[in-house]
C-alpha cells in the first residue's frame, strides 16, 4: 500500500501559506508555542524526530497512555502524534482510545503501519480519535504540514470554546450546579445530530442562548442561524395567511442549511400551527425554495406543550431539554451576580462594587421568577445605588424577610440536598444509573424511586 497522502495534504501547505501572507494572521501559526505531545507504543524515527525538530516543535515522549491526561494538563499541548503499534494492541492501543477523548480542545495524528487500518478495533480508534493518520513510512514534510495545520484547527477549536463560554454567561447558563451540567451535557449531545429539539423553561431561563449554543456546537455552525419570533408574527402583519406563511417561508428559506430557531412556538393559532407544521415537513432539498435541509429548534415557557396542536408538538419535540429556573441552582447565584457586576459596573465605566454578606443572603434566597434576566435587572440598579463601594441588601431591592417564603425548611433542605447528590452522581456517569447507584450506595431499584420522586430527567 502506497505511503498515505493526507487528503487535506496541499490544503495544509496553501493554508500555512496564506496564514504566513498576512500580518493578521501570523499569530494564529507562528506565534502559537508549538510543543508536542508524542505517545510511543514504538519509537519514532529518527528521521522524523529531526524534521520536526527542525521545524521548531518540542516534542515531549511517552510511552504509556495512562501519563497522557497529567502531561496534557501540565504543559497545555494542543496536538499530540500516536504511534500505534497493532502487536501490543491489547495492552496499549486500547487504554490509548480511553485516555484521548473524542471531543477534545487538544488534536491528535496516528502514525501506524498500512495494514493495522484492517483491523476493525484499530479502524474505529483512529476513525473516532484522530484528527489525521500517516502511514509508514512518513513523509517527514507531510507530517510536519500535517502538525501546523492541526495546530491551527486546534486553535480554532479553542477559539470557540470561548465563544461558547461567553454566550453562555449572557444568559447565565453557566455554572458548577449539577442542574447546569446536566442540560450542557445534553445540549452538546443534541447538537451532534440533526434532530428537532425543543428547549423548555421559565421566561429568562436562557432558551435563546442555548438554541445559539446548539448550532454553535453542530456541524452547521458556519450557516446561518435564523430565530423566528412566533408572537410577533402572530400580532403583526396583515390578516391574510397567504402573507403571514409567506413570511413564514422566507424565514426558512435564510436558515437554509443551517439553524431555525421558532421562539415561543406555542404563541400560534391554531391555524398558524398547521401551516407551520406544512413547512417543516416539506423541509427537503428543493422544497419551498431550499436547496439544503435545515435543523429545527423551537421553545415553549414550560415542560408541557400546552398551546401545540399533537401532530406539531410530535413533530418539534424529538428531543426535549428542559432548562432550570435559577431558584434550582442556587449555589450558581452568587458567582453569576459577582460576574455580572464585574461586566456592568465595566460597560458603566464605574469600579466594581463588592457584595455584603447579607446581600449575597437575599440574593439566594429570592424566587427569582425572571430568572438570569431579573438578576440581571437588579443588580443593574443595585450598581447605581450602592455607597462605599460595597452592594448591600436595600441596594438590592430585596429582602431576606419580605422574602421568606423561600426559606427552606429542614425537609425541604433535605430533599434538595437528596436531589442534588442524584444529579451530581449522573451527570458524574453520563447517566448510567448502575454506576451511580454504587457511588450514593444505594441499590439501583432505590436510586430509580429516588429519580421518580424528585422528577429528575437524565
Known amino acids: 500500500m502506497p505511503v498515505y497522502a493526507p487528503k487535506f495534504g496541499e490544503g495544509a501547505v496553501g493554508f500555512q501559506r496564506e496564514m504566513t501572507a498576512t500580518a493578521k494572521a501570523k499569530p494564529l501559526i507562528e506565534k502559537l508555542p508549538r510543543k508536542l505531545l508524542c505517545f510511543e507504543s514504538f519509537p519514532i524515527p529518527q528521521e522524523l524526530q529531526d524534521h520536526m525538530a527542525s521545524a521548531g516543535w518540542d516534542v515531549h515522549r511517552v510511552s504509556r497512555a495512562d501519563q497522557i491526561p497529567a502531561l496534557s494538563k501540565d504543559f497545555d499541548f494542543r496536538v499530540g502524534i500516536a504511534c500505534i503499534d497493532g502487536q501490543g494492541f491489547g495492552d496499549k492501543a486500547i487504554p490509548l482510545g480511553?485516555?484521548?477523548?473524542?471531543?477534545?480542545?487538544?488534536?491528535?495524528?496516528?502514525?501506524?503501519?498500512s495494514d493495522e487500518l484492517d483491523k476493525p478495533s484499530i479502524?474505529?480508534?483512529?476513525?473516532?480519535?484522530?484528527?489525521?493518520?500517516?502511514?509508514?513510512?512518513?513523509?517527514?514534510?507531510?507530517?510536519?504540514?500535517?502538525?501546523?495545520?492541526?495546530?491551527?484547527?486546534?486553535e480554532l477549536a479553542s477559539r470557540s470554546a470561548r465563544i461558547a463560554d461567553s454566550l453562555m454567561l449572557r444568559q447565565g447558563l453557566m455554572g458548577s450546579s449539577p442542574a447546569v451540567q446536566q442540560v450542557i451535557a445534553q445540549m452538546k449531545k443534541a447538537?451532534?445530530?440533526?434532530?428537532?429539539?425543543?428547549?423548555?423553561g421559565e421566561i429568562g431561563s436562557g432558551k435563546s442562548t442555548a438554541a445559539e449554543l446548539i448550532h454553535h456546537w453542530s456541524s452547521q455552525h458556519e450557516s446561518p442561524f435564523?430565530?423566528?419570533?412566533?408572537?410577533?408574527?402572530?400580532?403583526?402583519?396583515?390578516?391574510?395567511?397567504?402573507?403571514?406563511t409567506s413570511q413564514f417561508a422566507a424565514e426558512i428559506a435564510k436558515a437554509?442549511?443551517?439553524?431555525?430557531?421558532?421562539?415561543?412556538?406555542?404563541?400560534?393559532?391554531?391555524?398558524?400551527?398547521?401551516?407551520?407544521?406544512?413547512?417543516?415537513?416539506?423541509?427537503?432539498?428543493?422544497?419551498t425554495g431550499l436547496q439544503q435541509p435545515l435543523r429545527v429548534i423551537a421553545s415553549t415557557p414550560?415542560?408541557?406543550?400546552?398551546?401545540?396542536?399533537?401532530?406539531?408538538?410530535?413533530?418539534?419535540?424529538?428531543?426535549?431539554?428542559?432548562?432550570?429556573?435559577?431558584?434550582?441552582?442556587?449555589?450558581?447565584?452568587?458567582?453569576?451576580?459577582?460576574?455580572?457586576?464585574?461586566?456592568?459596573?465595566?460597560?458603566?465605566?464605574v469600579p466594581s462594587p463588592g457584595l455584603s454578606k447579607r446581600a449575597v443572603q437575599a440574593l439566594e434566597h429570592h424566587n427569582w421568577t425572571?430568572?438570569?434576566?431579573?438578576?440581571?435587572?437588579?443588580?443593574?440598579?443595585?450598581i447605581l445605588m450602592a455607597e462605599d463601594g460595597e452592594i448591600r441588601t436595600e441596594d438590592l431591592g430585596l429582602s431576606i424577610a419580605n422574602d421568606s417564603g423561600n426559606l427552606q425548611t429542614l425537609e425541604g433542605a433535605r430533599a434538595f440536598a437528596e436531589r442534588e447528590a442524584i444529579l451530581c452522581a449522573l451527570t458524574r456517569t453520563d447517566g448510567n444509573v448502575t454506576r451511580a447507584a454504587g457511588e450514593l450506595a444505594v441499590s439501583r431499584a432505590s436510586l430509580h424511586r429516588l429519580i421518580h420522586k424528585h422528577s429528575i430527567k437524565y
Open 256 to 287: 437554509a442549511g443551517g439553524t431555525l430557531f421558532i421562539d415561543n412556538v406555542q404563541e400560534l393559532a391554531p391555524n398558524r400551527q398547521a401551516q407551520l407544521l406544512q413547512l417543516i415537513e416539506k423541509m427537503t432539498p428543493g422544497a
Open 226 to 244: 435564523v430565530r423566528v419570533h412566533c408572537a410577533f408574527l402572530e400580532k403583526t402583519g396583515t390578516i391574510g395567511d397567504g402573507e403571514r
Open 123 to 154: 479502524c474505529r480508534l483512529v476513525a473516532n480519535r484522530f484528527e489525521d493518520y500517516h502511514t509508514l513510512p512518513v513523509d517527514p514534510q507531510r507530517l510536519v504540514n500535517s502538525l501546523g495545520h492541526t495546530l491551527g484547527m486546534a
Open 98 to 113: 480511553r485516555f484521548i477523548p473524542a471531543r477534545s480542545s487538544m488534536r491528535w495524528i496516528a502514525i501506524l503501519k
Open 191 to 200: 447538537a451532534r445530530t440533526d434532530l428537532p429539539v425543543l428547549l423548555r
Open 370 to 382: 425572571g430568572n438570569v434576566r431579573e438578576l440581571t435587572n437588579c443588580i443593574q440598579r443595585a
Open 302 to 349: 414550560g415542560e408541557d406543550v400546552e398551546g401545540l396542536s399533537p401532530t406539531l408538538a410530535l413533530r418539534l419535540n424529538v428531543i426535549a431539554i428542559n432548562l432550570p429556573p435559577l431558584r434550582e441552582r442556587r449555589s450558581d447565584i452568587e458567582p453569576l451576580a459577582r460576574k455580572i457586576i464585574a461586566d456592568c459596573a465595566a460597560d458603566a465605566g
